[in-house]
């Protein structure tokens, strides 16, 4: 049984927070809107299927084998007290895409 349809301004928030600049996760859009993170990844491919998104795609910016073990620890090191925002942020700058 469906649930109740989301208002167009709440959906257009979380298309707009999908988007860049902001690129913001499933999860956060879900949890700042009070629905469902389904709905969130079921606006995410409406937005694939427009060509206003990439689909998932391999790390293409990153060479791997630039990827050494302690290239990783380093990263893992740089990253650990950041938010999902300030994460985020770290992998746009340096052309990791999660």
């Known amino acids: 049984m469906p ?13 707009i927070w999908l988007l860049p600049p902001y690129c913001w ?15 969130v ?4 491919y409406e937005l694939v299927e427009q ?4 689909e ?6 990153v060479d791997v084998e630039d990827w050494t073990p302690e290239r990783r620890f380093s990263v893992v090191l740089e990253t650990a007290t950041l938010s999902e925002m300030e994460l985020a942020d770290y992998c746009r700058r340096t ?3 999660v």
């Open 95 to 97: 052309g990791l895409f």
């Open 25 to 39: 996760s499933h999860r956060q859009i879900a949890r700042k809107l009070k629905i469902s993170a389904s709905v």
């Open 3 to 15: 649930g109740q349809p989301i208002p167009s301004e709440l959906k257009e928030k979380g298309l």
């Open 56 to 61: 998932n795609e391999k790390i293409t910016s």
């Open 51 to 54: 060509g206003l998104l990439p």
């Open 41 to 44: 990844s079921k606006w995410r």
